[in-house]
């Protein structure tokens, strides 16, 4: 049963919002895409992907800043705002309150991407950065804001914010009015709360589907025990959605207008961005990619539906892009990393170097490692990460390494074949282990 809160967001309050966002250098319509691949591989009657990573600041989050500091201006004036952010958010209030002549400080975790912290900076806020997290940063935050003039401009724990991001919901809708299954990224639930409440009064039949990140997940627990919980660390490469929980406001949202909720792991995460990088064309962040995520795991049929995922954020680092691509393409066998058990003498390298080639596989890089208790004297290991056109050839390419009489072993992450746990964390690390070959009988 919902709960019963103070504040709540109505359709009138999304309608209100949609009023204020009427500059279209602050706030765009994003368009919507159709991918085929994506029906080929869920079995869905027609997939519209919602491009609001394209959204100037690169993602949605501008909606909601946007509502919440006009609202301010609009009853009274305001000098100056606060916010707290992991990166998103703060590109929206910073550009939102530039263009309404408001000055602005945004505190973000020392984690945050550098590319977030250098574009808000960009769009004219001032930057602090503290602590190592999202609750760290909002903690700071308000204590700048006490005894002061300033706002404060909560990431998604407010009706305005809400309200605002609800927008999108009406214009999904308008795109697609007959789409039957939403997929939405969940962080705080702000962005949900406000679709979902859309959806609810345009076309109440659609499915409306929350995704989380498996390392900061919350709202299933939270739903199960009737109020919001958090997390005090979160694990996951969608730093867009690592709120590590949702406010009673967004948790009531949820409850009255969403349907179900899944978490999708890093490794999905990852597989999909390279795959919207492949095959539509899109640079997403892992919390765009997540909705993309939910779609192609087995915890969400959609097969024969027409079905929106939301790819809700742009703003990807240079330097996790590389990590993510590194990572699906392990998972994908299109990178492997082989370890041959060799007599250290002249000649061996060259000899699996040119088993490796006949393959017509391609050598990234090869070292040696000695320092091993299970070696005997005068025995080393080779390692050698080789890039391949997937798992059958990446099979075949060490079916020659062992036909040359070695001992081989594949070097992989956990789970990296998609049936054991996802093993990739941003905060442990990939893992490995060695899984020795055997040719099928």
Not at 173 to 195: A, H, M, N
């Amino acid at each position: 049963m919902a709960r019963d809160t103070a504040e709540t967001v109505t359709y009138a309050d999304i309608e209100a919002a949609r009023e204020r966002l009427d500059d279209p250098s602050v706030v765009t319509e994003t368009p919507v895409d159709r991918s085929t691949a994506l029906e080929s591989m869920t079995g869905a009657a027609e997939v519209s992907l919602k491009l609001e990573h394209l959204q100037w600041t690169g993602s949605f989050k501008t909606r909601g800043a946007y509502n919440k500091i006009r609202r301010l201006a609009e009853s009274g004036g305001v000098d100056r705002v606060v916010a707290a952010s992991a990166g998103n958010h703060a590109q929206g209030v910073a550009l939102a309150a530039s263009t309404l002549g408001v000055d602005a400080t945004v505190v973000m975790p020392t984690t945050a991407p550098q590319t977030k912290v250098e574009a808000t900076r960009g769009y004219g806020a001032s930057v602090e950065l503290v602590g190592k997290d999202f609750q760290a940063a909002t903690t700071h935050a308000k204590d700048l804001v006490a005894g002061t003039d300033a706002m404060f401009v909560h990431a998604f724990d407010d009706p305005a914010i809400v309200a605002g991001q609800g927008t999108l919901g009406v214009e999904m809708y308008e795109d697609r009015p007959s789409v039957e299954t939403v997929v939405v990224p969940i962080g705080g639930g702000g962005l949900i709360g406000g679709i979902a409440t859309a959806f609810a009064e345009l076309r109440p039949e659609t499915r409306v589907v929350g995704v989380q990140a498996e390392g900061a997940a919350t709202v299933p627990d939270s739903l199960d025990k009737g109020t919001p919980q958090t997390l005090e660390e979160v694990d996951t490469i969608a730093d867009g959605i690592a709120t590590g929980g949702v406010s009673e406001l967004t948790l009531g949202l949820i409850e009255r207008h969403v349907d179900e909720v899944v978490t999708v792991t890093n490794g999905e995460i990852a597989d999909a961005v390279l795959l919207l990088l492949e095959r539509a064309k899109q640079v997403v962040e892992g919390a765009g990619a997540a909705a993309v995520a939910a779609v192609r795991s087995d915890d969400l049929d959609v097969s024969g539906e027409h079905v929106m995922p939301l790819l809700c954020g742009g703003n990807l680092d240079m330097t996790m892009l590389r990590t993510v691509l590194v990572h699906a393409l392990a998972r994908r066998r299109q990178v492997i990393r082989v370890r041959v058990r060799i007599e250290d003498r002249p000649g061996k390298m060259a000899d699996i170097s040119a088993a490796i080639a006949d393959q017509g596989a391609n050598i990234q890089t090869v070292r040696h490692d000695r320092a091993l208790e299970d070696l005997d004297v005068g025995e080393a290991y080779l390692i050698f990460q080789v890039e391949t056109s997937g798992a059958d050839h990446a099979r075949r390419v060490v079916a020659a390494i062992a036909d040359h009489g070695y001992d081989v072993s594949v070097v992989t992450h956990p789970g990296a074949d998609g049936r054991g746990p996802d093993g990739y964390s941003p905060k442990r690390g990939g893992g490995e282990f060695y899984q020795p070959f055997c040719r099928p009988v």
